[in-house]
């Protein structure tokens, strides 16, 4: 069994270890065959991805060498396997890849399921997402990001990224949280300025550890930061949690807090 990450620098590994793809467009190819997720790739779409615009006269050719070096490799890795991994289908190329062995289908699954979890769920959903998160060892693919599918993928991980930040800091707060989450919501907050979510859910942990005017700065700035780039007001619900603080509402205190952030999701 191999298993590959792309949430950081391409990996795959071994059971003695990592294993190294050599060459940009070895990189390229390999990313590609595993964003699809098991989908086939078209020929056509893989020669795009790895050259771009200069495309070599002989595409098929180079295109074949390059599937054939991949398939090389990973049987040299799992020498026991007795089919190839990399298959050729009427719509393409395909790469198997099983149950668990890509780190971003495994990150999704997890977030997909502390979507689903019920609202008195917050310490198995702290847990869960904190273990998903954990797998993100840099940017995706390492900052190589390749082509326009490598491209789109990653910006969809990405985002998977944020929505897991999100829940997490939700259900740290909701389990009374708030003081150890201050430095990773101030900094996920500078790190995403326009993500409004960050801002509410820093206001609140700000006002919940005893901080009311620091609370109200971050609104004040934000305001401005959207009114600048943006040229929009806040939206409702970080109005709301503004005049929450404002008149002290007991639904930011106790077990009434996890109500409050419900309501705002």
């Known amino acids: 069994m191999l298993k590959f990450s792309i949430l950081g620098a391409l990996q795959i590994r071994t059971v003695s270890g990592p294993a190294e793809i050599s060459g940009d467009l070895q990189r390229t190819l390999v990313q590609t065959l595993l964003v699809t997720e098991g989908q086939s790739v078209s020929g056509e779409s893989l020669v795009e991805e ?8 002989n595409q098929a050719n180079a295109l074949q060498a390059h599937i054939s070096r991949l398939r090389r490799k990973l049987k040299s890795l799992e020498p ?34 502390a979507e689903a979890a019920g609202p008195h769920d917050a310490g198995r959903v702290a847990g869960l997402l904190g273990s998903a998160l954990a797998l993100w060892r840099g940017p995706v693919f390492g900052g190589f990001p390749g082509g326009t ?23 740290e707060l909701r389990l009374g949280h708030h003081a150890a989450l201050l430095a990773e919501l101030a900094e996920a907050h500078t790190n995403h300025p326009l993500r409004e979510r960050f801002c509410e859910q820093l206001m609140i942990a700000l006002y919940c550890s005893g901080r009311q005017a620091d609370a109200l700065d971050v609104f004040r700035r934000m305001r401005r930061h959207l009114g600048d780039e943006l040229g929009i007001e806040p939206s409702p619900a970080l109005r709301q949690v503004e005049s929450a603080i404002l008149c002290h509402d007991p639904a930011l205190a106790g077990e009434a807090r996890s109500t409050f952030l419900l309501q705002l999701a």
């Open 80 to 113: 026991d396997r007795a089919t190839s991994r990399v298959t050729i289908h009427p719509s393409g190329y395909r790469l198997t890849v099983g149950e668990g062995e890509l780190d971003a289908a495994e990150f999704i699954r997890t977030v997909r399921q």
């Open 149 to 171: 599918l490598c491209q789109l993928a990653g910006a969809r991980y990405d985002e998977y990224r944020m929505r897991a930040m999100e829940l997490r800091f939700d259900a």
């Open 50 to 57: 790895m050259w771009g615009d200069a495309v070599p006269d």
